[in-house]
């Protein structure tokens, strides 16, 4: 310990999330003080550019571009990762922990993919790896699981865990806000990633329901296991469509565990308007999680952003002081309790909105009926238009909303309607969640 009065700390990255963590320490320093009985220092902190214009209080002195000025200083005890990346956070980690010093992170692109080697790494050498900042932001949604449910045996974990893409369709949907212009405000805010891409195709949300889905099915989910589509290309027709049939369209992670099988995925989800996530809005997240025991419980939030990401990162730097001055080595990785086995599709199952451009003919109906009827896929609801006034003996649009069915037999109309000559193009696809159970 660098001092039995203060402990200090250093940073790697001083962006959104460091700048954040720094404002904390300054601002929030009587609180630490009166739950650790010493204070938190700030001893270096690693940035690209040492000549940009800073909007936190922090002494020059410390700021450095060498790394080892961090992960070599014998004055810090913990190394807080919060720049972000793969490839450089890695190796930076391996030698905090080879210099003895626990490590906070955020970095969820690192964890879902490195997570297992790190959590090695930190047991090797006694040290406390903690992320509850890469999932959700704000929310304490990792002690959750791993604390407050750790004797459950949890079911289901379903939510939206990524703040610029709610961000994004609340005002596409809410304000009839262009696509373009609501992604550049959730840059601007600080929420999207440094690139933008991981958050709208889904990857940043695929990210973390491997790290929640690891941790609350005590299963080796892999990034490659999470089916992952974005909404990048989501059309407003849609969202127009939703508000007819009473839908909100989300994005959702959901993962699921049954006889010890397990199906994880990150999609543009339509959900009923009763549905509890429906009304999660901005850059709030929010996640279900159903336990045996506990039944349903739901963890709500900011998901992004400054200080509410900092507050995260600041409970886990919290926690590893406690474990370093209590002497106890706080890591508390398990090894997976069970082997990986992925649900098949005819096991998985889902109620689905399809938006066809059909031609207008006599028959036409029957015949994508009958494509659902061979499958026994029942219709909720169906509406019919006719796509333009002057295209109102060629094209129509219709809307099919099924009842629950398996997922093969969703592909597998998916696939016959994409073959049939009365359907001109199916247009989207989209499922429907009701209930949370
Ligand atoms: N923004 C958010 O709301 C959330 C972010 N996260 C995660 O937190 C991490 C940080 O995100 P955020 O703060 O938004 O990112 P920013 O892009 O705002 O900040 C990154 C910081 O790291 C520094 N940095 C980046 N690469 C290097 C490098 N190679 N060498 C030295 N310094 C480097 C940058 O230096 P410089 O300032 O000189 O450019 C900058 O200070 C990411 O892993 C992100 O996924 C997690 C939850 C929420
Ligand atoms: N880009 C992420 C930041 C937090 O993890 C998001 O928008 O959720």
Redesign the pocket.
Known sequence: MSSNSNISVGL???????SGVINLIENHQEELVHELGCGVNVKGV????LD?TRDVNINPEYLT?NPEDVLNNPEIDVVIE????IE?ARNHILKAFAAKKHVVT????LIALHGAELHQAASENKCDLLYE??VA?GIPILRGLSDGLVADKIQKVMGIVN?TTNYILTKMDDEGVPYDDALKEAQEL??A??DPTADVEGLDAARKMAILARLAFSTPVDLNDVEVSGISDLELTDFQYGKKLGFTMKLIGIANFDNNQVEVSVQPVFLKSDHPLANVKNEYNAVYVNGEAVGETMFYGPG???LP?ATAVMSDVVSVIKNKLLGVNGHRFTKPRFEKVLKKPENRYGQFYFRLHVKDEVGAFTTISSLFNQLNISFERILQAPIKPENRNELAEVIVVTHETSLDKFKKVLEDLQNVEVVEEVKSYFRIEGDVE
């Open positions: 790697l990255g001083l962006g959104t999330v460091g690693l940035v690209r550019n940009k571009t919060v720049m972000g990346g450089e955020a970095n969820k692109d900042a890469s932001g703040g600080g929420f990633e440094a992004a952003g400054s990401t």
